[in-house]
């Protein structure tokens, strides 16, 4: 079992900038993924940016050049940096953990994100 907590959320001005942070209690070294999605109310659950095996990264369309993903392997944690906050981005991020490609994938609890006009 890996627990991830994650911190970081909260309201934030369009134009903005916050940092979130997900903090595994294993080691993320040669993991198959971890990153982060999000969800608005009413939809569905969709990837924001994420880590690969081989440090392979992916940012969904809407938050390239905007948001940055980035690791942490001394403390087990993977940040998301967000700039030039959209109130589109309002949602609740999720921290996603799947260790290998045969393993199940692991979720936070989630953390609120709220970007006012």
């Known amino acids: 079992q890996v627990q991830l907590v994650e911190s970081g959320g909260g309201l934030e001005q369009a134009g903005g900038s916050l940092r979130l942070s997900c903090a595994a209690s294993?080691?993320?070294?040669?993991?198959?993924?971890m990153g982060w999605y999000r969800q608005a109310p009413g939809k569905q659950r969709e990837l924001v940016a994420v880590?690969?095996?081989?440090?392979?990264?992916n940012y969904a369309d809407p938050v390239k050049g905007r948001f940055t993903i980035s690791r942490d392997d001394a403390k087990n944690t993977v940040y998301l940096q967000m700039n030039s906050l959209k109130p589109e981005d309002t949602a609740v991020y999720y921290c996603?953990?799947?260790?290998?490609?045969?393993?199940?994938?692991?979720w936070g609890q989630g953390t609120q994100v709220t970007v006012s006009s």
């Open positions: 880590i690969r095996s081989g440090d392979r990264i």
């Open positions: 294993r080691s993320i070294l040669s993991i198959n993924a």
């Open positions: 996603y953990f799947r260790p290998t490609m045969w393993s199940n994938g692991y």
